[in-house]
């Protein structure tokens, strides 16, 4: 299973890390994704991070958040840095075996391309 945590409110421009961690096996082998769901919107990948520490990041969030991996606590998180209005979702991590794996491996970015998910932690950004 995996347990998303670290949503809540906060003012534009503020800071938010995200935490996701697993139960019941070991994250090492698989990639790990962000994804995010806005009211009326479709689920969308928002950052990815690969068992090679490869990573992906959306347009809309280069340069704000950070991805990374603790292995040893089984747990990625995503810090998000001058929040937006627009980021205001709810976020959801997932989870897929890597077949490919190796330094630098870049992770699957779509929705479809995950098969665990965990439940959403809702970051709401609002002055």
């Known amino acids: 299973q995996l347990q998303a945590s670290g949503g809540g409110l906060v003012q534009p421009g503020g800071s938010l890390r995200l935490s996701c961690a697993a139960s019941g096996y070991a994250l090492n082998y698989y990639a790990i994704g962000w994804f995010r769901q806005a009211p009326g919107k479709e689920r969308e990948g928002v950052s990815c991070?690969?068992?090679?520490?490869?990573?992906y990041y959306s347009d809309s969030v280069k340069d704000r958040f950070t991805i990374s991996r603790d292995n040893a606590k089984n747990t990625v998180y995503l810090q998000m840095n001058n929040l937006k209005p627009e980021d205001t979702a709810v976020y959801y991590c997932?989870?897929?075996?890597?077949?490919?794996?190796?330094?630098?491996?870049?992770?699957?970015?779509?929705?479809?391309?995950?098969?665990?998910w965990g439940q959403g932690t809702e970051v709401t950004v609002s002055s």
């Open positions: 997932a989870a897929t075996w890597m077949i490919k794996r190796g330094p630098g491996v870049l992770p699957p970015s779509r929705v479809d391309e995950y098969d665990n």
């Open positions: 991070i690969s068992s090679g520490l490869g990573t």
